[in-house]
């Protein structure tokens, strides 16, 4: 893992992704202790104050400091994102090697779902789900790690499928190697570099999605601060106050950029292509 950093720091890209990310991770755990106000503290006396050296990225509507928002509005987004993402990298990672390697009429048959489920319109099953559910992490985590996994099974399985033609297989199957074994001694150690990038693929898109879901109201619920909530309660003061949209922005799309560079960075780094992963 030492290795893997040093090569993927050793590219520009690299080390922006990896620092970016880094940064955000780090501002998630600190906020408490370094945020200059209650996030969530509301003041009469500063409404809508423009960047000073008192409130460096201004006030909102209700007074609050934005700077301190900015700083906690990724604690929500980054814990929730990252439980998905690791619960859609597993059940799909294991699911998608399961299917690859048993071929056949239950291959095709699954894959027929899976195509399905990734024609359909996710928003807004989504927000079907969530408005049943609740708009809790308990009803948010799970979802949108199921309808993320559903991918992460689709490139998965079609890697596994060329492992699975491998001669090393095909020796532990003559070997007589039960069905599980062969999955996590010979399989699995053979795509985990596939499954690792996939993941940090599925983490930045769960991030925008959360953010979609809370600038829709089905997310974080106020007076959370949360990005994509922050966006949804200032966006009408573009035109007066641009500060208070804009901050929340930069965050979030700085993270994205981040993580999709980090991904990148450690695909090249081991050797993967990431658009032939994805059409495969």
Not at 70 to 73: I, K
Not at 125 to 133: A, D, E, Q
Not at 266 to 272: M, P, R, T, W
């Given at each position: ?9 050793s590219?520009?890209?690299g ?6 990310t880094?940064i955000h ?14 996030p ?13 050296a008192?409130?460096?990225?201004g ?10 928002r900015?700083?906690?509005?990724g604690?929500?987004?980054i ?45 807004l ?9 609740g708009?809790?992490?308990l ?9 993320y ?10 890697a596994?499928?060329q ?6 297989v ?12 062969i ?10 570099d ?16 959360f ?23 200032e ?5 007066t ?15 994205i ?8 960075a ?7 292509d990431?658009?032939?992963a994805?059409?495969?």
């Open positions: 893992m030492l290795k893997l950093l040093q090569t993927v720091a590219r520009p890209s080390a922006l992704g990896l620092t970016l880094l991770v780090l501002i998630a755990v600190l906020a408490p202790v370094v945020a200059p106000f209650d969530t503290a509301q003041n009469a006396d500063t409404i809508l104050l423009a960047p000073s008192s409130h460096w990225m006030t909102d509507t209700l007074g609050r400091d934005i700077l301190s900015v700083l906690h509005g604690r929500l987004a814990s929730v994102t990252f439980s998905a993402a690791v619960i859609a990298t597993v059940w799909g990672a294991f699911a998608g090697i399961f299917f690859g390697t048993i071929g056949g009429r239950v291959d095709e048959f699954a894959m027929r779902i899976v195509d399905a489920f990734l024609s359909m319109p996710w928003l099953f989504l927000l079907l789900i969530i408005s049943i559910g708009a809790g992490a009803t948010i985590i799970p979802t949108l790690g199921f309808f996994g559903v991918a992460v099974l689709r490139v998965v399985r079609g596994a499928m492992v699975a033609a491998r001669d090393f095909t020796a532990a199957r003559a070997r007589g190697d039960k069905r599980g074994s999955i996590l001694r010979e399989m699995f150690p053979n795509l985990a596939i499954i690792l990038v996939e993941g940090a693929m599925r983490w930045s898109w769960m991030l925008l999605a953010s979609s879901l809370s600038f829709l109201g089905f997310g974080a619920t106020p007076p959370t601060p949360d990005w994509g909530l922050m966006v949804a309660q966006r009408g003061l573009l035109a106050a641009p500060w208070a949209v804009f901050w929340p922005c930069l965050a979030l799309s700085s993270l950029i981040g993580i999709n560079l980090l991904a990148d450690v695909g090249k780094a081991l050797g993967l990431r658009a032939t994805i059409a495969a």
